[in-house]
């Protein structure tokens, strides 16, 4: 497939996911201009000449993607169509298996027991089941951190309740403090349970392992808001993995398993890959999140995997390899690294401290 080809597809897909619902009731759907707008601002998104984008319309209308409503003024509207929801007994057994594995990620095994009578699914005798069908997470999987029903119980009311929650906290030291929580929100991820919560009379949201919390009550006043506070935000940005937020503009060079990954799985709906003309391999770019899990994702590709931009990410992927080389090898390593300003450093004891993601 040609790379203009993948581009109009990915194109076509973001346009989809773009579109209301024709289960989202008396949603109209969006106009061409209105598609052209959204589309204007979407990051990496090529913007389409109007004949252009109606030509792309037409043909996911004709392949049942999308319906094309009229509207009052003559002025023709699309929905994406969304296809029923219907699936056989062996779908289902695919569903359950998919449903423990990921609960299995986040709780024990005598957890997930409860959960899964709590739920009537049962656990074995089903015709597709372990002994048939896995499903693998796609990094290393981590036993689930152990946390009392009872504590989650508590932090999920006063999330829902508004209400302020004091609580015992045992750290990474294991120091234990007492604090009055104000709950903002609350994420999984990964092994492990996130409350995001203001603390005491501190204005800034901090992140609390609900594992680590030892006990925990609702107190009878309501939690302090902070209007400020955007869960999804805080997600987009990467922040869920302790990062600043930031939105950079990637571009890699990918060869290998993992160039055929991204092309099946895209990072997200701004990726864009363009086949190397003199070399194996392609050219992806792509707004993300700067994140310690966009690092670790970089440095697990090894080889398959060449950071061009930013040049931040770039000296910390390289610092991060030359690092990892002194503790095979033994032996310091000569290296320059480029600080901000433009500054070099040159040291054959110890790599330079650069800032982390």
């Known amino acids: 497939?040609?790379?203009?080809?993948?581009?109009?597809?990915?194109?076509?897909?973001?346009?989809?996911?773009?579109?209301?619902?024709?289960?989202?009731?008396?949603?109209?759907?969006?106009?061409?201009?209105q598609i052209e707008?959204?589309?204007?601002?979407?990051?990496?998104?090529?913007?389409?000449?109007?004949?252009?984008?109606?030509?792309?319309?037409?043909?996911?209308?004709?392949?049942?993607?999308?319906?094309?409503?009229?509207?009052?003024?003559g002025t023709p509207r699309y929905q994406r169509i969304e296809e029923p929801l219907e699936f056989d007994a062996e779908v289902w057994d695919y569903l359950v298996l998919q449903l423990k594995q990921e609960l299995s990620g986040m709780v024990s095994a005598s957890q997930l027991s409860q959960v899964l009578r709590k739920l009537q699914l049962r656990d074995d005798g089903t015709?597709?089941?372990?002994?048939?069908?896995?499903?693998?997470?796609?990094?290393?999987?981590l036993q689930p951190a152990q946390f009392s029903f009872d504590v989650l119980g508590c932090v999920l009311r006063a999330l829902a309740s508004g209400k302020a929650l004091k609580v015992t906290y045992r750290d990474r030291t294991d120091k234990v403090t007492t604090p009055v929580l104000h709950p903002l929100g609350m994420i999984q991820r990964g092994p492990r349970i996130y409350l995001y919560a203001m603390k005491n009379d501190e204005h800034g949201d901090r992140m609390y392992a609900v594992d680590r919390i030892c006990s925990a009550e609702c107190l009878p006043i309501a939690a302090r808001s902070n209007p400020d506070f955007d869960l999804g935000l805080h997600i987009e940005q990467g922040r869920a993995d302790f990062a600043n937020g930031e939105m950079i503009q990637l571009k890699l060079e990918v060869r290998g398993y993992i160039e055929q990954l991204v092309y099946d799985c895209p990072l997200n709906g701004s990726q864009q890959l363009t086949?190397?003309?003199?070399?194996?391999?392609?050219?992806?770019?792509?707004?993300?999140?700067?994140?310690?899990?966009?690092?670790?994702?970089?440095?697990?590709?090894?080889?398959?995997?060449?950071?061009?931009?930013?040049?931040?990410?770039?000296?910390?992927?390289?610092?991060?390899?030359?690092?990892?080389?002194?503790?095979?090898?033994?032996t310091p390593l000569t290296t320059t690294v480029t600080l901000a300003g433009g500054i070099k450093s040159e040291d054959t004891a110890e790599i330079v401290e650069i800032d982390r993601l």
Not at 65 to 70: A, D, I, K, Q, S
């Open 1 to 33: 497939m040609s790379a203009s080809s993948q581009e109009r597809i990915l194109r076509m897909q973001a346009i989809e996911q773009l579109l209301p619902s024709d289960r989202q009731g008396k949603v109209q759907g969006l106009s061409v201009a």
């Open 37 to 73: 707008a959204r589309l204007a601002n979407a990051p990496g998104m090529k913007v389409l000449s109007r004949r252009s984008l109606q030509r792309d319309l037409k043909e996911m209308a004709e392949e049942g993607r999308v319906c094309v409503l009229e509207s009052k003024d």
């Open 127 to 141: 015709a597709l089941d372990e002994h048939k069908l896995r499903i693998l997470p796609d990094s290393l999987r």
């Open 275 to 330: 086949a190397l003309e003199e070399r194996d391999g392609s050219l992806l770019t792509v707004e993300i999140p700067s994140s310690g899990q966009l690092l670790r994702w970089i440095l697990a590709g090894g080889e398959n995997v060449t950071v061009l931009e930013p040049a931040k990410l770039r000296e910390v992927v390289v610092e991060q390899v030359a690092r990892m080389r002194n503790v095979y090898c033994g």
